[in-house]
């Protein structure tokens, strides 16, 4: 039986949660199990992960997969694991994350009568400090449910489709993704930015599944979103900013170039964004970064000053909230929510920066 989706699990570190993860993709219904392909990718990985990972590849050998290599980083992971999908559809769920079964399962029905080149889903934040379930859901308002969008239609309907489009909701037909040969950046955090971005800007069709299937866990210290984490990585973030920029030029060359020009520069506008936040507000040493922030703006705007006038706004916000030495709680809790009812009553999400 030909194999209908394919998971690729970069993996490394994660023996205290890979047995919950992989347990998540044990399907009552047999014919799924049988569509279904879970790579588990060891990127060198020094704990005992492969041999948790093992106990289900004995159970299901035609399900669960090994995949080894050289330690490389979670791009790299992700790149060696595209290699090996055998499936029509791909997505990726990281080790210490999982899925909602019965939710997984009608994301299958749904790609069984899809032939969309992205597939947008919600998804569930669970914050391990907090043990609260937050969803992150898409919402699709057409009354066809199977309706296939443009880019573009895409991104007339943005609040309601965001989730949908990072990392943990979007996933890839898998010959539209290989077609591309587009490699994601190796030996760096964030490069998850790359993947739900620029290989989405060639996207003739996408298609919107409203289950909630990924559950994204939070609030662990070792999290690459960690504010500490974050702080020392901002060379990380530099080079997918660079990354991202680098892509603009090939924008007249995807089917939808209008779509792909506004969905390129609406996430690499948010991701500019997250880097303020983390340089100039989540820093606790409100000066200590401000000199490298003013220096990476002003290769944005050499590069690219398309993208400069889009993120131009936001940068000086930000400069602003520095300055009064604004707390990355208050902003979080309190100033990020009044800026997106003002967003929502003012329809700037129809804008490019906000």
Same mark, same amino acid.
Request: charged share 30%.
């Given at each position: ?17 890979? @047995?919950?993860? =992989? #347990?998540?993709?044990?399907?009552? $219904?047999?014919?799924?199990? !049988?569509?279904?392909?879970?790579? %588990? +990718? *060891? ?73 969309? @080149?992205?597939? =947008? #889903?919600?998804?569930?934040?669970? $914050?391990?400090?907090?043990? !609260?379930?937050?969803?992150?859901? %898409? +919402? *699709? ?214």
């Amino acid at each position: 039986m030909d194999k209908l989706l394919s998971i690729v699990i970069p993996t490394y570190n994660a023996e205290k949660f890979l @047995d919950k993860g =992989l #347990s998540t993709f044990i399907l009552d $219904d047999a014919d799924k199990m !049988k569509k279904l392909e879970v790579l %588990i +990718v *060891n990127d060198g990985t020094p704990d005992n992960s492969v041999a948790v990972a093992q106990k289900f590849v004995d159970k299901y050998p035609d399900t669960f997969k090994i995949i080894n290599k050289e330690n490389g980083g979670h791009g790299s992971a992700i790149n060696e694991g595209v290699k090996h999908v055998t499936a029509k559809f791909f997505k990726c769920v990281d080790a210490d994350d999982w899925v909602i079964t019965k939710n997984l399962e009608k994301l299958m029905d749904a790609l069984e009568k899809s032939d969309a @080149d992205v597939v =947008l #889903s919600s998804y569930v934040d669970y $914050d391990i400090s907090t043990k !609260k379930y937050t969803k992150r859901d %898409i +919402v *699709n308002r057409d009354s066809n449910k199977d309706r296939i969008y443009s880019l573009k239609e895409i991104m007339d309907i943005w609040p309601d489709i965001f989730n949908g489009v990072q990392y943990h909701g979007i996933l890839y037909k898998t010959d539209f993704y290989t077609s591309q040969n587009y490699k994601l950046s190796e030996g760096i955090f964030y490069e998850d930015q790359e993947y739900a971005t620029m290989p989405a800007c060639m996207a003739k069709t996408v298609q919107l599944v409203e289950e909630e299937v990924y559950v994204y866990r939070v609030g662990d210290v070792n999290q690459s979103i960690a504010a500490e984490n974050q702080l020392k990585r901002l060379p990380h973030f530099h080079k997918v900013i660079d990354s991202m920029l680098s892509y603009e030029e090939k924008l007249a060359q995807c089917p939808d170039p209008e779509g792909a020009k506004l969905f390129w520069a609406k996430k690499t506008s948010m991701f500019i964004g997250s880097y303020y936040q983390v340089a100039l507000i989540k820093s606790p040493d409100k000066k200590k970064y401000r000199k490298v922030v003013e220096q990476t703006n002003s290769k944005i705007q050499a590069r690219s000053p398309y993208m400069y006038g889009c993120v131009k706004n936001k940068y000086k916000v930000f400069t602003v909230f520095n300055k009064l030495h604004m707390s990355d709680e208050f902003y979080n809790s309190k100033f990020s929510k009044f800026l997106f009812d003002i967003k929502r009553i003012w329809k700037l999400d129809k804008k490019l920066y906000y």
